[in-house]
């Protein structure tokens, strides 16, 4: 017996739940789990979509939405242009097993009519949509986070082992604005590790030899270059605006420097260390989870922290360390996953083994407890403890490098070596 | 007996090793008991009063002593403690 088109559509209509566009808000603000699911094609979703809302065209909707919404029960809200596609749509799903389904009848044109809140998609050119094609079809990144990263602002303190590898990967990965705060020139012992320069760069500012191979990567990318110490006197400055820190220092000056700025700015930084075959990770995120003075409220004599110019790494260490540094920045700039805030994660290349700590906020810290910030407000900071060393130690007779030298590596020291 | 894990910045004064297996009830006797094997360790983990240094953090298993009973805190049999100072290293100035 042939049926025609309105036939269907209003047995259809009959048979599934509708829901007006001021019905739909309700629902979606008193139970936020619900699924928004747009089932138009992908021309209408660029003409502007609800926010919140998952796109799953109707034409492959079988296919897809057991993907965007695994779990049967989670209750799902179906919307077109004007209610007839997602009604349909509401029958195939209920066809499915999903077990609470609704379409919005007026779809979003009512929506839209209704004064409700939209918004456009981020503009990705056809190129980026292309180059990013691995991201956007990732439902946790997609469209919206793609653009999230190409506004991102992330500074790295360092283009050395750490920084070099974080750099590649957070060009590769779109990230729209990378600081690179390093005063030095690329030297020949740095290549074993430091991958983002090259032997004919030899010489050159490591910040423009960066600047070159970021460039080549991703053309997307801006780099703004530091050629500068980080210092007490400039670090407010420097840090401002940047959405997270990848600190790659190697001396403990600029690290207290930057801990006790980056918390006083709420910007997190994303810390690593290397030594020899073993690394320690972890993310300060201000207020969130302990800072670095909670961790160490003051730094060892240099004898027994010497860097890897004294005491040696394994390439690919640097490189592991600084790639887990990088997965730890893009998290924090999409905002999804659980961050290591709170966690010190150790790496033991020998052993092939990773190991997890728990960190705590200390709460008599200087720079992050609840004291410490009205203090602050008050325009009288708390005292912190100074620098360099107080205990005399040796490094012990190593036979895997020479004694550190005579001159405190924390004179001259700087950000952007590591 | 439990385990004890030495940092790559200690081992030269602790014979070399990774691990020792030492004996204790409490984290300050497994230390003590480490130093007495170890004398070199002694200034490196403890200060002249013999409080731990700020720069070492001790962990029993995975929890930072300072947060349990400090050096009273009990030591199980089996159980493992982390001693770990502040690592310097960034990925490797040239110096």
């Known amino acids: 017996m042939a049926r025609s088109y309105s036939e269907i559509l209003r047995d259809v209509r009959a048979s599934v739940r509708q829901l007006t566009p001021a019905q739909t808000q309700e629902i979606l603000a008193a139970s936020p789990?619900?699924?928004?699911?747009?089932v138009r094609e992908t021309t209408e979703w660029d003409q502007?979509?609800?926010?919140?809302?998952?796109?799953?065209?109707?034409?492959?909707?079988?296919?897809?939405?057991e993907a965007a919404v695994p779990d049967?029960?989670?209750?799902?809200?179906?919307?077109?242009?004007?209610?007839?596609?997602?009604?349909?749509?509401?029958?195939?799903?209920?066809?499915?097993?999903?077990?609470?389904?609704?379409?919005?009848?007026?779809?979003?044109?009512?929506?839209?009519?209704?004064?409700?809140?939209?918004?456009?998609?981020?503009?990705?050119?056809?190129?980026?949509?292309?180059?990013?094609?691995?991201?956007?079809?990732?439902?946790?990144?997609?469209?919206?986070?793609?653009?999230?990263?190409?506004?991102s602002k992330v500074l790295l303190i360092g283009a050395g082992g750490l920084g070099s590898p974080a750099a590649l990967y957070l060009a590769a990965a779109g990230v729209g604005t990378l600081g690179i705060i390093d005063f030095d020139t690329v030297d020949l012992s740095n290549l074993q590790r430091q991958v983002i320069h090259t032997t004919d760069r030899i010489g050159q500012k490591k910040v423009d030899s960066a600047r070159q191979t970021i460039r080549a990567l991703n053309p997307d990318v801006t780099v703004v270059g530091h050629e500068e110490m980080l210092d007490a006197g400039n670090v407010d400055r420097i840090i401002a605006g940047y959405d997270a820190i990848l600190d790659g220092t190697d001396t403990f000056e600029t690290r207290y420097i930057l801990n006790d700025a980056a918390v006083a700015a709420k910007?997190?930084?994303?810390?690593?260390?290397?030594?020899?075959?073993?690394?320690?990770?972890?993310?300060?995120?201000?207020?969130?989870?302990?800072?670095?003075?909670?961790?160490?409220?003051?730094?060892?004599?240099?004898?027994?922290?010497?860097?890897?110019?004294?005491?040696?790494v394994l390439g690919v260490v640097p490189g592991i360390m600084g790639l887990l540094q990088t997965?730890?920045?893009?998290?924090?700039?999409?905002?999804?996953?659980?961050?290591?805030?709170?966690?010190?994660?150790?790496?033991?290349?020998?052993?092939?083994?990773?190991?997890?700590?728990?960190?705590?906020r200390d709460p008599a810290c200087p720079v992050c407890s609840d004291a410490a910030v009205e203090a602050?407000?008050?325009?009288?900071?708390?005292?912190?403890?100074?620098?360099?060393?107080?205990?005399?130690?040796?490094?012990?007779?190593?036979?895997?490098?020479?004694?550190?030298?005579?001159?405190?590596?924390?004179?001259?020291?700087?950000?952007?070596?590591? | 007996m439990s385990l004890v894990r030495i940092p790559p910045v200690l081992r030269a004064n602790a014979g070399g090793n990774k691990q020792v297996e030492v004996a204790g009830a409490t984290v300050g006797e497994v230390l003590e008991a480490l130093i007495a094997q170890y004398p070199g360790l002694r200034s490196q983990l403890l200060t002249s009063e013999g409080e731990l240094n700020r720069f070492v953090n001790v962990y029993l298993n995975d929890q930072d002593v300072r947060y349990l009973q400090e050096r009273a805190t009990p030591v199980a049999a089996g159980d493992t403690m982390i001693i770990l100072p502040a690592m310097a290293g960034g990925g490797g100035p040239e110096a």
């Open chain 1, 327 to 360: 997965n730890e920045v893009i998290k924090l700039l999409l905002g999804i996953g659980d961050s290591l805030a709170g966690r010190l994660l150790l790496f033991d290349a020998l052993d092939g083994s990773f190991q997890e700590l728990r960190l705590r």
């Open chain 1, 48 to 65: 502007g979509y609800i926010v919140g809302a998952i796109h799953v065209p109707r034409g492959n909707l079988e296919s897809l939405i």
């Open chain 1, 267 to 312: 910007i997190p930084v994303v810390h690593a260390s290397v030594f020899r075959f073993e690394g320690q990770l972890t993310v300060f995120k201000p207020y969130d989870g302990p800072c670095y003075r909670c961790l160490y409220p003051s730094p060892p004599p240099p004898e027994l922290a010497p860097g890897c110019s004294v005491a040696g």
């Open chain 1, 376 to 418: 602050r407000v008050a325009g009288r900071p708390l005292a912190v403890p100074g620098f360099g060393a107080d205990v005399p130690f040796v490094l012990g007779a190593s036979p895997n490098g020479p004694p550190p030298s005579a001159a405190s590596p924390l004179a001259g020291a700087a950000g952007g070596r590591s």
């Open chain 1, 72 to 151: 049967r029960n989670r209750p799902i809200v179906l919307y077109c242009a004007a209610g007839a596609r997602s009604a349909l749509a509401a029958r195939t799903l209920a066809e499915m097993g999903y077990a609470n389904v609704a379409s919005m009848s007026g779809g979003f044109q009512q929506w839209k009519t209704h004064g409700l809140a939209w918004r456009l998609p981020p503009r990705l050119t056809a190129e980026q949509k292309i180059r990013y094609s691995r991201h956007l079809l990732i439902p946790e990144v997609g469209a919206e986070g793609q653009a999230k990263l190409l506004e």
């Open chain 1, 33 to 38: 789990e619900t699924a928004l699911v747009d």
